[in-house]
């Protein structure tokens, strides 16, 4: 496998609070890495940083490229905190106003990608009606629309019920056999261990490789 991901001492600090601490990380194509912790430990904000939402000190990598200079920003899945849906059109033309931004288009893709969460796409219901549990299920269809090389999931377990969970681990089965590399963050152990290649614990603001533990 080819190193994908590199991130090297990482350090965010907000209002003298170090927030995240010298975060080093190698990540290969196509693994997937989980990341435990409590609320506060910085597994979002390392989420956050990579995604290149936030400023940071020190360096993150795509393919050896820095992580702000990359012309495509499309290769990167995200689902980080809230997403901004609109509330007046189904889940299914959520997802076809995203895809408007996207280059290339693929036809029966939205469809595919809302079976895989376990969405109808012929679905009449509108966002503003949806369950906490489908409004996760379309959060994480439009981070994997398109299978992009690099996925970044904060909780993607919260609110789903037994079958959305199952639905989840298959998904992450296809995703990796299609070559994305996946960072995904946790407060349910078992999910992390069952799915990931390598897991790492946030402790207060530091990454904490279990193997090495």
Known sequence: MDKYLEIKNVSKTIKHQRILSDICMQVESGEIIGIKGINGSGKTMLLRAV????????????????????????????????????????????LE??????????????????YSVGLDPNGKRKYGKYSLGMKQRIAIAQAVMYRPKLILLDEPTNGLDEHGMELLEQLFKELKESGSTILVTSHDIDFLKRVSDRCFMMKRGELIDEAQD
């Not at 993150?60 to 702000?68: A, M």
């Open 51 to 94: 995604a290149g939402f936030i400023r940071y000190d020190g360096e993150i990598l795509l393919y050896g490229k820095q992580r702000e200079a990359l012309e495509n920003t499309n290769e990167i899945g995200v689902l980080i905190e809230h997403q901004n849906f609109l509330n007046q059109f189904t889940g299914k033309e959520n």
């Open 97 to 114: 106003l995203l895809e408007l931004l996207l280059p290339c288009k693929e036809e029966g893709e939205i469809d595919r990608v809302l």
